[in-house]
């Protein structure tokens, strides 16, 4: 089974610049998630999706970072213009996306590093 | 508050031992999950082992266990006979049933094995 397919690995951008993130998550997998890990942090939600419609935003600066997810299988996570403190791995995240299940875990594919000069 | 605190920042542990990493969490939900992760330097998280908070029993899973102390809200993993590749970022996380099931991460232990 094919995991969770993140690109690019790197991206190096200045700041003001924009920047796009693609996640391909697990087939079948109605939930995807978008993380963001600082260096020295643990992951933090920005956004949750069930098929194409987001579920919580909550944690988006939505100023900023727009995300969406076309015909509930693909994303793409934008930000723009971009800050040093965007700085950060990017982590998207798939499942299959039962919330009535507490033990439902999370795929996480190997992340984007972003780094903004 | 923090939801997830992991107090050991980093740990050395001798190849072959058993180790603990520690885990508090603060939730006023009745009904929540915990999980752990692992991230070795390649940087995918990778899941080891759940425990729900209605389980009466600790979660196994080979080496990984996890020792549940609800009255505590504690929920550190174990990790028996130490092996070089345990090397890595582990995170304890919980997923609550009030909120939406997104994971809340701690900051992570990071463990050393040494031969």
């Known amino acids: 089974e094919a995991g969770v397919a993140q690109s690019p690995r790197y991206k190096i951008i200045e700041k003001r610049q924009s920047v796009a993130f693609w996640c391909n998550p697990i087939?079948?997998?109605?939930?995807l998630y978008w993380y963001q890990q600082i260096l020295g942090q643990g992951p933090k939600l920005l956004i949750q999706?069930?098929?194409?419609?987001?579920?919580?935003d909550s944690q988006l600066p939505k100023d900023r970072f727009s995300a969406e997810r076309l015909k509930g299988v693909d994303s793409t996570l934008k930000i723009q213009p971009a800050k040093l403190e965007d700085s950060a791995v990017y982590l998207c995240?798939?499942?299959?996306?039962?919330?009535?299940?507490?033990?439902?875990?999370?795929?996480f594919g190997q992340g984007t590093r972003l780094t903004v000069v | 508050a923090q939801k997830i605190t992991q107090t050991q920042p980093g740990m050395f542990v001798q190849e072959k031992e058993a180790v603990t990493l520690d885990c508090t969490y603060d939730?006023?939900?009745?009904?929540?999950?915990l999980f752990w992760y692992k991230q070795p330097s390649s940087g995918e998280m990778i899941f080891l082992i759940y425990?729900?908070?209605?389980?009466?029993q600790n979660a196994t899973e080979g080496r990984y266990s996890l020792n549940f102390q609800k009255a505590r809200k504690s929920a550190n993993l174990v990790i028996s006979a130490s092996q070089l590749g345990d090397s890595a970022m582990y995170f304890c996380a919980m997923r609550e049933r009030g909120g939406a099931d997104g994971l809340t991460f701690g900051k992570g232990t990071h463990l050393i094995i040494q031969p």
């Open positions: 425990q729900g908070s209605y389980d009466e």
């Open positions: 087939s079948g997998h109605a939930t």
């Open positions: 939730t006023s939900d009745q009904s929540y999950g």
């Open positions: 995240a798939s499942s299959l996306g039962a919330s009535s299940y507490m033990n439902t875990e999370a795929f």
């Open positions: 999706f069930q098929n194409n419609g987001v579920v919580d």
